[in-house]
C-alpha cells in the first residue's frame, strides 16, 4: 500500500513538474517568438513590459485571464466550452511519453522509476498520434460550435488539413520504427545513443531517415497550424479562422494548445530523428568519473534541440507566404505522401538487407 | 475641326447637335440629343476611325434653371489613337431617362449607379440599377443636384435606416430590409430554381484585409466563390458636393483624403486639372520638382501595396522591410512639408515650398541604397514557390476585357496594354528624362506584383535624372490674379497684404468652360472633371478615381477563385476606400 502511495506521489510530482516546464516553455515561446520575428523584421518585438520586454508573458496571460468570456448567440454552449479543454488536453499529455534524459532507473523508498520519463510505455508513438489525432476535434468542433461562417470555414479547413497531413506523419515515423523494431520513445531514443552519425536522421545504414524527417516537420507543420500552413486560422483571409469568436481563458487555452503543440513535434523530432537527449559527439556528454552528471547534459541537448526546431517554426513564419487550401491539398497528397511512401518502401528493403 | 469631331457629326448629322474643339484646352466635345447616345456610344466603339474602345468615367451635371436640367456626361478614351472625347447629353427633369450603355462598355456598370445614386438619373438596360454609395432605402433625395443642401438633410442618428444605440435589438430587427428586397440573400424558398447550397460570406467592412471598409459579399460553393457584390459607400463622404461650396484653393486639402496613402499625387492630378482650366504655365523648376515628388510619392506608395498585399498573402516580413524603406521617405515628406500622412504641398501654379539640399541630399543617399532593398524583396517573393503559387494564374483578365472595364494604371498594364498617361499625355518633366513603362503578358496577379516593383525601379530613375537636371528658378507662376503674394510680402507691405487678402476671400474666378484632366497616381487613372460658371467655386467637381472604376471588375475577376484569393485581388488592385467612395 506504502509502495503505490510513494509511485503515486511521485509520477504525480513527474508530472507537474513536466506541465511547469511545458507551461513555462509556453510563456517564453510567445516572447521569443515575438522577439525572434521582430529581430528579422528589423524592428524591437515587445520592449514596453519589464526590462527589455521579458514580462510581456504575464502581462498577456493577466489580460486574457481577465477578459470577459463572450459565448456568441446561438452557439451550441456545450461544445463551444468544450472545444478549447479538447484542443489543450491532448497537447499536453503527450509529454508523458517524451524522454527528457538518460533512462535510469532509480530506486527510491523501494520504489523503482525512472525519473527522466513519466511513463516509458511501450506504444509511446502511437500514444502521441493517437492523442494528436483527438486535438483536431478540439479545432473542428470550435470552429463549427461558433455559429460563425468564418469560424465555420476555418473548422472545416483544419478538419480536412489535420486528417491529411497527420497521414504524413505517421508515415514519415514508419521508417524510423522499422529500424528500431519498437513503439517505444525511450527504446528509440536508445538505440540511437553514441553520437550523431548514429541519430536515424543521419545514421548511413541501412537507411538515412532525413528525408522522413524533412516531411515529418512540414507535415509537423502543418499540423500545429503554423505559417506556411496556418489556413485554419488565416488572418487575412477569415479574420482568425476557427477561433474568431473566443475571448479570454478559452482563446487562451487555443493559444497554448497551439504552442504546447509545436514543443510536443519539435520533442517528437527530437526523440524519433535526433537522438533525443544523446550529445551530437560523445566526449560532449558527462560520461567516466562524471557519470552521474549525465542527466544535465543529456537534457542540455535535448533543449538545445527542442529550441533549434522552434526556432526553425519561427523562421518559417517570418519567411513565407501562406498556401491556398487546394494547394495544401495537392502538396499533401501528391507530393508528400509518395515521399513518405517511397521512403518505407526502401527503408525496409535496405532494413532487410543488413540486417 | 478635328477628324474625329467630323466623322461624328457627318454620321449622325440628326443627333449630334453641336461639336467643339477647346483647342487650348485640347479638349474634344460633342453635344448630343439624348436618345441617341447608344447609337452614337456603339460607334465611337467599333468603328476604326474613332475607336473609342476606354471608357474613363461617366458624370452627370445638374443645371435647375435650363429646361433639360440634368446633363450625362461620357468620357472615352481611344487607346489606338491617344485621344479623348467629351460626349454629352440633356435630360428633362420630369423623365430623368437615358440609355444605358454597359452593353457597350462593362466598366459602365458602376458608373452609373454612381450617376443614378447621386443623380438620380435611370439608365435604361441596366442591369442592376441600384444605389451605391448611399444606403440602398434612402430616400431622401440625390445628393448631388443643385437643391440638395450641401450641409445634407440631417444628422445620422436621426435616419430611420439606421439602428438606434439606447433602442433593444427586437424594436429594430422588424424595420430592416424588407425580405424581398435582400439583393444579397441567396433563394431559399422551394419555389426558387436557384441552388440553395450556396453560402454567402459577407466579407468587411470590419475584416483584416479589406484595406479600409469595403465590403463584399461573396456566395460561395465551398470555398470557391460563385458571385461577389461589392458594396460600397462606407467611406462615402461626399467630396464632390462639398467642393461645389468651396473655392478652388480650398478644395485642394480634401484631396489629399482621397486616397490617404499617396497624398501628394493627388494634389498633383487636382492643381494640374485646376491649372488646365485657368491656362496657367508652371515654371521649369517647379514641373521639376513636382515630378520629383510625385514619382517619391508613387515609390512610398507602392511600398505601402507590396507590403500590404505580401501580408495578405501571409509574408509578414515583407511589411515591416518595406515601410523601413517608407519611413525613409515620410520623414523626407515631413521636412518638405511637414506631415506625413495628408501630405499637402502642390500649390495651384507651382509648389508650396523649395527643395533644400539638405531634402537633395538624403533623398540621393536614399536612391544610392534603394536598389538594394528592392532586391531583399525579391529575394523574398520573386522566386519564392508559394508567392508563385499564390499570384500566377490568379484574377486573370485580358487586355481587352480589361480595356472595357476601363482598368488603368498596373492593374491595366498587367494585362499587356501599355497606357500610361505619363507617356501618352506628358506632364511635368516626364518627357524629358528616360524611363520605360513595365508591361506584363498574362494579366495576372504576378504580372501586376511584378510591374509595380519594376514601375519602383523606374521611378527612381527618373528621380535621379530628374534631381541631376533640376533647373534653377522660381517655384511658383508669376500670375497675380490667381497666385497669392509671398507670405514674407503679406507681413510687410500693404499692397501684397491686400493681394492676399483678396485671394483668399474671394478666390480666383477661372473662365467659364470645362475641362478633364487625367494624372497617372499609383493606382491608376485619377482624373478631376471641373465645370466652371465662371465663379469663385467649381460648378461641378468630378473625381474619376482608379479604385472605384476598379471595383466594378472585381465580380468579374473574382469568379471561380477561392476565399484565399478574394484577398489577393483586393491587393492586387491597390484599392484604397478613401478614394474609391470619395
Not at chain 2, 244 to 253: K, N
Request: glycine share 8%; with cysteine.
Amino acid at each position: 500500500m506504502v509502495d503505490v502511495g510513494i509511485k503515486l506521489a511521485l509520477t504525480l510530482t513527474q508530472i507537474a513538474s513536466v506541465m511547469g516546464i511545458v507551461l513555462l516553455t509556453v510563456a517564453l515561446l510567445t516572447l521569443l517568438e515575438r522577439k525572434v520575428l521582430g529581430w528579422m523584421q528589423d524592428r524591437m518585438g515587445p520592449m514596453e513590459v519589464g526590462p527589455y520586454g521579458i514580462l510581456q508573458p504575464v502581462a498577456d496571460g493577466l489580460k486574457l485571464f481577465f477578459k470577459e468570456d463572450i459565448i456568441p448567440a446561438g452557439a451550441n454552449r456545450i461544445m463551444f466550452s468544450m472545444a478549447p479543454v479538447l484542443s489543450l488536453v491532448p497537447a499536453l499529455i503527450g509529454f508523458a511519453v517524451i524522454p527528457f534524459g538518460p533512462t535510469w532507473n532509480v530506486e527510491w523508498f523501494g520504489v523503482e522509476f525512472k525519473p527522466f520519463v513519466i511513463s516509458d510505455i511501450n506504444i509511446g508513438v502511437l500514444y502521441i498520434l493517437a492523442f494528436a489525432s483527438i486535438g483536431a476535434y478540439g479545432v473542428i468542433l470550435g470552429g463549427w460550435s461558433s455559429n460563425s461562417k468564418y469560424s465555420l470555414l476555418g473548422g472545416l479547413r483544419s478538419a480536412a488539413q489535420l486528417i491529411s497531413y497527420e497521414l504524413n506523419v505517421g508515415l514519415a515515423i514508419v521508417g524510423v520504427l522499422l529500424l528500431s523494431s519498437s513503439l517505444s520513445m525511450v527504446t528509440i531514443t536508445e538505440a540511437q545513443t553514441g553520437g550523431f552519425w548514429r541519430w536515424y536522421a543521419f545514421a548511413p545504414l541501412p537507411f538515412p531517415q532525413f528525408i522522413a524527417f524533412v516531411v515529418f516537420i512540414i507535415a509537423s507543420v502543418a499540423e500545429t497550424n503554423r505559417t506556411p500552413f496556418d489556413l485554419p486560422e488565416a488572418e487575412s483571409e477569415l479574420v482568425a479562422g476557427f477561433f474568431t469568436e473566443y475571448s479570454g481563458m478559452r482563446f487562451a487555452f487555443f493559444f497554448l494548445a497551439e504552442y504546447a503543440n509545436m514543443i510536443l513535434v519539435s520533442c517528437v523530432a527530437t526523440v524519433l530523428f535526433f537522438g533525443g537527449w544523446d550529445a551530437p559527439l560523445p566526449f560532449l556528454q558527462f560520461h567516466g568519473s562524471l557519470e552521474h552528471l549525465e542527466w544535465l547534459s543529456g537534457m542540455f541537448w535535448f533543449t538545445v534541440k527542442v529550441y533549434t526546431f522552434l526556432f526553425l517554426f519561427f523562421w518559417l513564419r517570418a519567411t513565407l507566404p501562406r498556401l491556398r487550401y487546394d494547394q495544401l491539398m495537392r502538396f499533401g497528397w501528391k507530393v508528400l505522401l509518395p515521399i513518405a511512401l517511397g521512403n518505407i518502401v526502401i527503408t525496409s528493403i535496405m532494413a532487410y538487407i543488413f540486417s | 475641326m478635328h477628324l474625329v469631331l467630323e466623322t461624328v457629326q457627318r454620321q449622325f448629322p440628326e443627333t449630334v447637335l453641336a461639336v467643339a474643339e477647346d483647342q487650348a484646352r485640347g479638349d474634344l466635345s460633342v453635344q448630343i440629343l439624348a436618345k441617341g447616345i447608344r447609337e452614337v456610344a456603339r460607334f465611337l466603339h467599333d468603328d476604326p476611325r474613332t475607336a473609342f474602345d476606354h471608357i474613363t468615367d461617366i458624370c452627370s451635371a445638374d443645371y435647375p434653371d435650363d429646361l433639360e436640367r440634368f446633363e450625362v456626361i461620357y468620357h472615352f478614351l481611344s487607346l489606338p489613337h491617344g485621344h479623348r472625347i467629351r460626349v454629352k447629353a440633356r435630360i428633362m427633369e420630369d423623365d430623368p431617362v437615358i440609355d444605358s450603355v454597359t452593353s457597350i462598355w462593362k466598366g459602365a456598370d458602376f458608373l452609373e449607379r454612381e450617376v443614378y445614386d447621386l443623380m438620380g438619373i435611370q439608365f435604361e438596360g441596366h442591369p442592376d440599377l441600384r444605389r451605391i454609395f448611399m444606403p440602398e432605402d434612402y430616400d431622401e433625395g440625390y445628393p448631388l443636384r443643385k437643391d440638395f443642401p450641401a450641409e445634407g438633410k440631417g444628422w445620422r442618428s436621426q435616419f430611420d435606416f439606421f439602428p438606434k444605440y439606447d433602442e433593444p435589438i427586437d424594436a429594430w430587427s422588424e424595420k430592416e430590409v424588407p425580405q424581398d428586397q435582400h439583393v444579397f440573400m441567396a433563394g431559399d424558398t422551394p419555389e426558387s430554381k436557384k441552388r440553395t447550397t450556396e453560402m454567402l460570406l459577407n466579407m468587411g467592412p470590419q475584416h483584416p484585409s479589406t484595406h479600409g471598409v469595403l465590403r463584399v459579399v461573396l456566395e460561395l460553393d465551398g470555398e470557391r466563390v460563385s458571385k461577389a457584390m461589392p458594396d460600397l459607400g462606407y467611406l462615402h463622404r461626399g467630396v464632390e458636393k462639398l467642393a461645389e461650396g468651396l473655392t478652388y484653393m480650398q478644395v485642394l486639402p480634401h484631396t489629399d483624403r482621397l486616397d490617404y496613402v499617396c497624398a501628394m499625387t493627388n494634389n498633383y492630378a487636382y492643381v494640374r486639372a485646376v491649372e488646365k482650366l485657368v491656362g496657367v504655365t508652371v515654371p521649369e523648376r517647379a514641373e521639376y520638382v513636382r515630378t520629383i515628388v510625385a514619382e517619391v510619392q508613387r515609390i512610398v506608395g507602392h511600398l505601402f501595396w507590396l507590403g500590404t498585399q505580401a501580408l495578405d498573402i501571409g509574408a509578414m516580413t515583407v511589411f515591416f522591410w518595406t515601410f523601413r524603406e517608407r519611413e525613409v521617405l515620410l520623414d523626407l515628406f515631413e521636412k518638405l512639408c511637414g506631415a506625413r500622412l495628408t501630405l499637402n504641398y502642390y500649390r495651384i501654379g507651382g509648389v508650396d515650398a523649395d527643395l533644400t539640399p539638405e531634402i537633395i541630399e538624403s533623398l540621393k543617399t536614399f536612391l544610392d541604397t534603394f536598389p538594394e532593398h528592392i532586391q531583399e524583396y525579391d529575394v523574398l517573393l520573386q522566386k519564392n514557390r508559394i508567392w508563385l503559387a499564390r499570384t500566377k494564374d490568379v484574377a486573370v483578365i485580358s487586355g481587352e476585357d480589361a480595356i472595357n472595364f476601363g482598368l488603368t494604371g498596373p492593374t491595366l498594364r498587367g494585362s499587356g496594354v501599355a497606357y500610361d498617361i505619363r507617356k501618352l499625355e506628358p506632364y511635368g518633366a516626364y518627357d524629358k528624362v528616360e524611363w520605360e513603362v513595365p508591361v506584363g503578358k498574362n494579366g495576372d496577379t504576378y504580372d501586376r506584383y511584378w510591374i509595380r516593383v519594376e514601375e519602383m525601379r523606374q521611378s527612381a530613375r527618373i528621380v535621379q535624372q530628374c534631381l541631376e537636371q533640376l533647373p534653377e528658378g522660381p517655384i511658383v507662376a508669376d500670375d497675380p490674379k490667381i497666385i497669392p503674394p509671398q507670405k514674407t510680402n503679406v507681413m510687410r507691405d500693404m499692397e501684397s497684404l491686400i493681394h492676399h487678402f483678396i485671394i483668399f476671400t474671394h478666390g480666383f474666378k477661372p473662365p467659364k468652360g470645362e475641362t478633364y484632366c487625367a494624372t497617372e497616381v499609383p493606382k491608376g487613372e485619377l482624373g478631376f472633371f471641373l465645370i466652371s460658371d465662371g465663379g469663385p467655386r467649381p460648378y461641378r467637381m468630378k473625381i474619376r478615381s482608379p479604385s472605384f472604376v476598379h471595383m466594378g471588375a472585381f465580380d468579374y475577376m473574382a469568379r471561380g477563385y477561392l476565399i484565399s484569393d478574394i484577398v489577393t485581388i483586393f491587393g492586387t488592385y491597390d484599392i484604397v476606400m478613401g478614394e474609391c467612395d470619395r
